[in-house]
């Protein structure tokens, strides 16, 4: 054939770009096309020769696309390979593409010189091919231009699998640039590439919304993936019948009510595109609209059904969706009037094809944005059905579908990570609703590790141990104490116990209570009345607390297990773990435990006054002072505190919150429930599946899943903020920026109407300083990024400085009130002017500084609060 020797030759004499235009050139003629793009990269990567398709299209061999590519080393391997069958899912006539691929081993970039700025298609084709040296399905990579992220943490799992990505991107550069990153450790590949101009008026920047139903202006400031293009009722579409090159699938595998259609079909011919206006052949080719699926024997069987189309897509993107009409069904103009829904919602009422066309077989198309919020179920569903008129007859009609992804807020088309790698998605209350929506995981309690900790234990014990069927073989060697005599119920030998050698790194601050009395069960029968319901003070994932009382007439607060939850296991078994290693006056301490009859039952001291919250709303107790807040919050950062710092190893608490803050009888915080606590051993941080409660939950460690004690600290920073207004962290009956209320209260404080949302009750209580402080402690705890936020210690400085600020109040005469206020006045200036992002030595120096007579004497006092 000429031409083919044609090319030949040019490959022989020249490989520069000239070369490259002049074959797309050639490309765009073979298919016959009125639109000739005037960006048209093909590239067939790993190739040592060009690469011709059906389409008549030649895609650029690797050697003559190197100059488009720069990476930061120059170790880029390309691999040739053979042996590539059919798959349904990708064009079919791209199949020669997947014969060869670039292999990336380190960041690398493709160049492309944009010669008419406006839409390009971007697409992409990935096989991983077999290699002696590199297993491509292991391959974790991100795909990313200098604006959107395309692909993140993509790999490729199958060996046998195609893969074929489609992209409109809107490009107002002369340069254009991909960049293929593989992961950590990791590869990347690519086994061919396309960056073609697309027609200007493809895609407009105004569609039909929904919901709610309206207009929406901006689809140009969107990149967007191509996720479907169906081609309904009709067969499958080659890109060789496309003028851009699409390929269209046919409407099998999305029709809901495949028995209740009916595909018909008209000559091409007498498809008559109008001769002005948008649609064009370059909308869709024409077996598109020749072809539709209409309703089967709409008039004979029950009229009334709709037709169904359904997808399925991520539901955290919003969607372009294009529907394609051609009335080939009707014999008269003004017959065909139907509704069209999407998502179950309205899109269009009463459509008239003819009232749009003025004439029958003329192609119509409709748009419109789906935005996220509608997407609940994981998939587009379309529908057409009969609108309830009188006249015409009850039919309806659907030619083709387009759906297309849109690029979200962090400009990328797949999850929230933006180029940069930053998270800019959604506020993370609407995130952590649509997790916990998603897993049920309502509450606090989850498992951990659980038979793998007790089998560890098990083989870990000590030699000569006999071997012992019940609960206590793991658990006694943790509670056996210096206090041999505390075990003294038992009905288990002393002896026993006395084999049992333990090492217990120094125990921080003991309780006079000790540890490790062993309970027997009907004594805590007994203390409880049967475990009556109505002794119950609470209910958690594993199992049921009650209030007991013991012989001696001390109250204890009783935690039985359920035993045949594993997740129970877990939890008392780090619970005990944990409370057997900390004492302090701040966390709650341990009494004993039972485990006859294999039940697994805690005794604590019992905690009079109840959960922190329920003092602060939900309830009708007295509401607490400001001081009491104050020194129920600088109890309970000592308690994490000692966590974090004090014991052997760093422990992070991991579920803060003010249920978990139990005050005595004197209001003396405790800090409690330690069952999702985790040792930090390194102190640098943990990778772990994301635990806590929604509201209190740090949201960098959601996002990176790695726990440092600053989770602890952002946790806390919640608390504060709780105290301080006596509302629920999440209050999903407020309007929608008031329901966090971290978020709310930073966003109240930024503009200077933090006042407005303090507890009510005790406004006017609180001394304008000491709230200051306060607010700056919780303020720094709630810092976006953990480094940022303040360590406990730190925090609990500036709450014991709170505290004194308010206590100083007073003790100042009345008439000294006046200075005061002056003072915090100069205060607040100064914070505003001084934008005190320093480090805490800063800080705390200006703060020392500031200090007036009162403050000076006070600080004296308090500087040596970490002796514990
Ligand atoms: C392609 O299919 C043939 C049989 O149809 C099979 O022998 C061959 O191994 C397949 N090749 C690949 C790469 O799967
Ligand atoms: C691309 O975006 C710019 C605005 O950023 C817009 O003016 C232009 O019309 C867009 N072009 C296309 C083809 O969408
Ligand atoms: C590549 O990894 C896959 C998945 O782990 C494995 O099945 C396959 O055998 C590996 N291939 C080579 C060549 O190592
Ligand atoms: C739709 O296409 C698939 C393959 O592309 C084919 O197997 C199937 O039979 C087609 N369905 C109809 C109704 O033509
Ligand atoms: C309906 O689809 C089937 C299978 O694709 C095809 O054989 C038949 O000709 C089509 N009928 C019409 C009326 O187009
Ligand atoms: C068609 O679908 C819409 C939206 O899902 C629904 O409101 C309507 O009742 C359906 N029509 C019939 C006749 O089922
Ligand atoms: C979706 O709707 C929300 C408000 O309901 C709006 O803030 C957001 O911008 C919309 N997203 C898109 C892509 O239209
Ligand atoms: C959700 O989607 C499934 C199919 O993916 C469908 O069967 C189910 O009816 C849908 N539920 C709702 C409420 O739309």
Redesign the pocket.
């Known amino acids: 054939m000429p031409g083919e020797s044609k090319s030949a030759a040019i490959i022989q004499t020249q490989s520069s770009l000239l070369f490259y235009f002049f074959l797309s050139f050639l490309s765009n003629a073979a298919s016959k096309t009125p639109f000739s793009p005037s960006v048209n990269y093909l590239i067939d990567c790993g190739s040592s020769n060009p690469a011709e398709l059906q389409d008549g299209r030649i895609f650029r061999s690797d050697r003559d696309s190197t100059s488009l590519l720069s990476s930061d080393e120059d170790i880029q391997t390309s691999i040739d390979s053979i042996?590539?069958?059919a798959s349904s899912s990708v064009p079919p006539t791209s199949l020669p593409l997947f014969k060869s691929a670039r292999i990336f081993t380190v960041k690398s970039t493709y160049t492309f010189y944009i010669s008419k700025i406006g839409r390009l298609w971007v697409r992409l084709y990935f096989s991983p091919l077999p290699h002696p040296s590199y297993n491509l399905t292991h391959a974790v990579f991100s795909v990313q231009t200098d604006r959107l992220v395309l692909l993140r943490d993509f790999s490729v799992k199958d060996k046998?699998s195609f893969v074929f990505k489609e992209y409109l991107v809107n490009i107002s550069d002369s340069r254009f640039s991909l960049k293929f990153m593989p992961k950590k450790k990791s590869l990347a590949f690519i086994n061919a590439i396309e960056v073609v101009s697309a027609p200007d008026n493809l895609i407009p920047d105004t569609v039909t919304s929904i919901p709610p139903q309206g207009h929406f202006h901006g689809i140009f400031n969107h990149a967007l993936q191509v996720c479907y293009r169906v081609n309904v009722g009709g067969p499958p579409l080659d890109s060789n019948q496309d003028m851009l090159l699409r390929s269209w699938e046919n409407d099998t595998s999305y029709n809901v009510v495949p028995q209740g259609s009916k595909n018909v079909s008209v000559s091409k011919k007498d498809i008559k595109y109008p001769e002005t206006g948008e649609v064009t052949l370059l909308i869709a080719p024409v077996s598109v609209y020749s072809s539709a699926m209409e309703m089967k024997d709409p008039q004979v069987n029950q009229p009334n059904f709709n037709l169904s189309w359904r997808m399925n897509v991520d539901q955290s993107f919003s969607y372009l969706i294009r529907l394609h009409f051609c009335d080939i069904v009707s014999q008269n103009l003004n017959q065909l009037y139907f509704n069209v829904y999407i998502n179950e919602m309205m899109g269009v009422a009463s459509l008239d094809l003819s009232s749009e066309t003025k004439a029958l077989a003329t192609p119509f198309y409709k748009d419109f944005e789906l935005n996220s919020s509608a997407i609940t179920n994981g998939s587009i569903l379309v529908q057409v059905g009969p609108a309830n008129l009188q006249q015409g007859m009850p039919n309806a009609i659907l030619n083709g579908i387009e759906v297309m992804k849109m690029s979200n807020m962090a400009d990328s088309l797949d999850g929230f990570f933006s180029v940069d790698g930053k998270y800019r998605g959604p506020s993370s209350i609407t995130l952590f609703l649509k997790v916990a929506a998603s897993i049920g995981l309502g509450f606090s309690f989850t498992a951990m590790f659980l038979v793998a900790v007790i089998c560890f234990r098990w083989r870990r014990r000590p030699h000569g141990w006999e071997r012992r069927h019940s609960f206590s073989s793991w658990l006694l060697p943790i509670q056996s104490s210096h206090h041999g005599s505390l075990c003294s119920a038992s009905s288990k030998s002393s002896s026993r116990r006395s084999s049992i050698a333990v090492s217990r790194k120094s125990p921080g601050y003991l309780t006079s209570n000790g540890i490790g009395r062993y309970f027997a069960f009907d004594e805590l029968q007994k203390a409880t009345n049967n475990f009556d319901e109505n002794a119950m003070i609470g209910v958690g994932g594993f199992g049921k607390v009650y209030l007991g009382t013991l012989e001696d007439d001390t109250k204890v607060a009783i935690k039985r297990g359920n035993p045949s939850s594993a997740q129970g296991i877990n939890e008392f078994r780090t619970e005990i773990d944990m409370l057997s290693k900390l004492r302090h006056r701040h966390l709650v301490s341990l009494m004993g435990f039972c485990d006859e009859n294999s039940e697994m039952i805690l005794v604590y001291d019992y905690m009079s006054n109840g959960p922190f919250r329920s003092h602060l709303y939900g309830s009708n107790l007295h509401p607490l002072s400001w001081k009491q807040r104050l020194e129920i919050c600088i109890g309970s950062a000592r308690g994490l505190h000692y966590l974090h710092t004090g014991a052997a190893q760093s422990i992070i608490h991991r579920d803060v919150k003010t249920t978990n803050i139990l005050l005595d009888e004197n209001l003396v915080a405790k800090v409690a429930d330690f069952g999702l606590s985790k040792a930090n051993p390194e102190k640098s941080h943990v990778s772990t599946a994301v635990k806590g409660s929604f509201g209190y939950l740090d949201p960098q460690y959601f996002r990176s899943q790695r726990l440092t004690d600053k989770s602890d600290v952002y946790s806390f920073g919640v608390v504060l903020m709780e105290a301080l207004c006596a509302r629920p962290v999440l209050d999903t009956t407020l309007p929608r920026e008031q329901v966090n209320l971290a978020d709310w209260s930073l966003q109240q404080h930024r503009r200077g109407m933090l006042y407005k949302i303090v507890d009510p009750r005790i406004a006017d209580t609180i001394a304008p300083r000491s709230l200051n402080k306060f607010v700056e402690a919780a303020e720094k705890c709630l810092e976006d990024n953990g480094a940022d936020r303040p360590t406990m210690g730190d925090v609990l400085w500036k709450l014991e400085y709170a505290l004194r600020l308010q206590e100083a109040v007073w003790k100042i005469d009345k008439n000294e009130e006046d200075t005061t206020t002056a003072n915090s006045i100069a205060l607040q200036q100064q914070k505003q002017s001084g934008g005190e992002k320093g480090d805490q030595s800063v800080t705390r120096a200006k703060e020392e500084s500031d200090v007036t007579d009162v403050d000076s004497m006070l600080l004296s006092q308090i500087s040596h609060f970490e002796g514990r």
């Open positions: 042996n590539v069958n046998t």
